[in-house]
């Protein structure tokens, strides 16, 4: 292309678009195409996602069928107990260190500074950088549980009834800790780092939500049990082991009392989360340090 056929594409006045949705739209495929180019990456994280529901299900042949009974999960092996909070929380975490990762990713390339200069608004980038981890996370999920059901054999209860409360699970569940993401992007923008600090969340999260021991366990060590059940994701994972290991639906008591408690929480961490992101964006502008890592 000439120099002068350049020239003559940045003159041009193309209108833009003010609607929110368009915006949304145009961060979401622009980063799932970025992750789409990525295709060694791709093969190379589904690879280790079969490694390691392969590993685990090896594991699960030293835990004791008693042991499962006697924490209230009486004829459920453990793979298919241990499957469900992989799952989860490998979704969880990978929907909410999206966020803060790109958020980085940006700030170190130095893209950041074009962004907030364009005309889009910030809210609308957040939201289209969550759906894309959503979508992309969404990938390793699906691959997790087929795995561990059609190969390894783990014994899920799969119905139109279980599926449909599965996915409202999940959802509230995401929709529950969105906040922190946001949370974690707005540190970021003003301190550049924040990746240690979300490890160590998630790994305290997946440790007292009971990822791979039932949470009856931390009933002799009654802070952790307390602590554990402050946690939203320890009621989303009660409630998906519910529904996909005992068949329950979303009308029972127990469900919905779950589901309750991660709308609460939602209604606390996204007001939160979104008054630090601005806290963040304001700084960064004023201090005038977008461009610097």
């Known amino acids: 292309m000439k120099t002068e056929d350049l020239i003559d594409i940045f003159r041009e006045d193309v209108p833009r678009s003010p609607s929110s949705i368009i915006h949304v739209w145009a961060v979401f495929w622009a980063n799932l195409k970025i992750f789409l180019s990525y295709k060694t990456w791709v093969i190379t994280e589904t690879m280790s996602t079969v490694a390691s529901i392969i590993m685990y299900s ?3 042949l030293q835990v004791d069928a008693g042991r499962m009974a006697l924490a209230g999960y009486e004829g459920v092996d453990w793979l298919s107990f241990a499957l469900i909070g992989i799952a989860t929380a490998n979704y969880l975490w990978m929907c909410m260190s999206r ?3 790109s958020m980085q ?3 170190r390339e130095g893209t950041l500074e074009p962004i907030v200069s364009s005309p889009i608004n910030m809210g609308s980038y957040i939201i289209g950088l969550s759906l894309r981890g959503f979508i992309v996370s969404c990938y390793f999920m699906l691959g997790t549980i087929l795995i561990g059901v059609f190969i390894l054999n783990a014994q899920l209860i799969v119905n139109l009834g279980t599926i449909m409360s599965f996915i409202v699970v999940l ?8 906040g922190i993401g946001v949370t974690a992007a707005g540190v970021i923008l003003v301190y550049k780092k ?4 979300t490890f160590l969340f998630a790994s305290i999260t997946e440790f007292l939500g009971g990822v791979l021991f039932p949470l009856k366990y931390l009933e002799a060590y009654p802070p952790l049990w307390f602590i554990a059940w402050l946690m939203p994701y320890t009621y989303a994972l009660d409630a998906a082991r519910k529904v996909l290991l005992k068949g329950m639906i979303i009308s029972h008591p127990s469900i919905l009392l779950s589901l309750s408690v991660l709308i609460a929480y939602s209604l606390i961490f996204i007001p939160l989360g979104l008054k630090v992101f601005r806290w963040g964006y304001d700084r960064i502008r004023d201090e005038g340090t977008v461009a610097s890592y």
């Open 99 to 101: 966020i803060s990762h």
């Open 194 to 197: 924040g990746d240690p600090l």
């Open 171 to 178: 959802i509230l569940m995401v929709i529950s800790y969105v």
């Open 58 to 60: 090896f594991m699960g």
């Open 105 to 107: 990713h940006e700030i």
